[in-house]
């Protein structure tokens, strides 16, 4: 495989990506929490990208993946940031963004401040709000304590590490309490096995966006990863069916 590309931030801290021009809206994949843009859905989808000519981006946040930075260092805020400087340097025209997760949180965010770049989304086990939801009195009180949690992670061999600041990032970006004004056709796919997003989630997601255009799929034996072969699948035909609509 290629060595990614590097964009400066105006920090001088560098992000790496890797871009695919084509036809069509740019299709902009944002990883989850501690994920990369060498994921199995990232690369399965540029692939497909590839085999159609259609245009990608693909992106590590700072202090992930092969971007500079440390991890301990990022917020929601800051990698909402990251994608924004990322899609403003290197994209023309209109962007699909599909969010993994708290990539999900994060095309959401993206979408309200580039409401006339980004017409269309699709979220995997989307995750908005998840330090409201995912975390109970024992850990923001650990949080506000010793300013970090770690805990073992099903997903990498490195602990699953939230600061507090990450943590207050995210309380300052809630969304699903109020309405959620993005226009735009809108996909949510949500495996009914998830262990770290429950289900309903995506239910109150679908309600909050203003758009009339909103699809909730839900997987009934699906977990949070939604990678098996079946759902790499599925996803790459519900990006193609939305940007047939654009």
């Known amino acids: 495989m290629s060595n990614p590309d590097f964009l400066a931030r105006p920090d001088g801290l560098r992000l790496a990506y890797r871009h695919r021009t084509g036809w069509g809206p740019t299709i902009v994949f944002l990883p989850g929490y501690m994920s990369d843009m060498e994921g ?3 690369t ?3 692939a497909w990208a590839a085999e159609t000519g259609r245009a990608m981006l693909r992106l590590d946040y700072a202090g992930c993946g092969a971007s500079e930075g440390r991890f301990a260092d990022g ?3 800051s990698w909402r940031d990251d994608v ?3 899609i403003d340097s290197l994209v023309e025209g209109p962007v699909l963004l599909v969010g993994s997760s708290m990539g ?3 095309m959401l965010l993206v979408a309200l401040a580039r409401p006339d770049r980004v017409t269309g989304l699709v979220g995997v086990a989307a995750a908005p709000d998840f330090t409201e939801w995912g975390f109970d009195d024992e850990d923001k009180a650990r949080l506000k304590r010793d300013g ?3 805990e073992h992670s099903e997903y990498s061999d490195e602990p699953y590490l939230t600061t507090l600041a990450f943590w207050e990032s995210g309380q300052a970006n809630r969304l699903l309490g109020d309405g959620i004004g993005f226009d ?3 996909r949510l796919i949500q495996g009914q096995q998830d262990d770290d997003v429950p289900w309903l989630i995506a239910v109150k997601l679908a309600a909050a966006l203003r758009s009339a255009d909103v699809q909730t799929l839900l997987i ?3 977990d949070h990863r939604l990678s098996r072969g079946e759902d790499i699948a599925r996803l790459i035909a519900t990006v193609d069916e939305i940007l047939e609509r654009l």
């Open 104 to 106: 999900g949180w994060l």
């Open 40 to 42: 199995g859905k990232a």
């Open 75 to 77: 917020t929601l805020a």
């Open 84 to 86: 924004l400087h990322a």
């Open 148 to 150: 970090r949690i770690e």
């Open 220 to 222: 009934k034996d699906g």
């Open 184 to 186: 735009g056709p809108v």
């Open 44 to 46: 399965a989808l540029d």
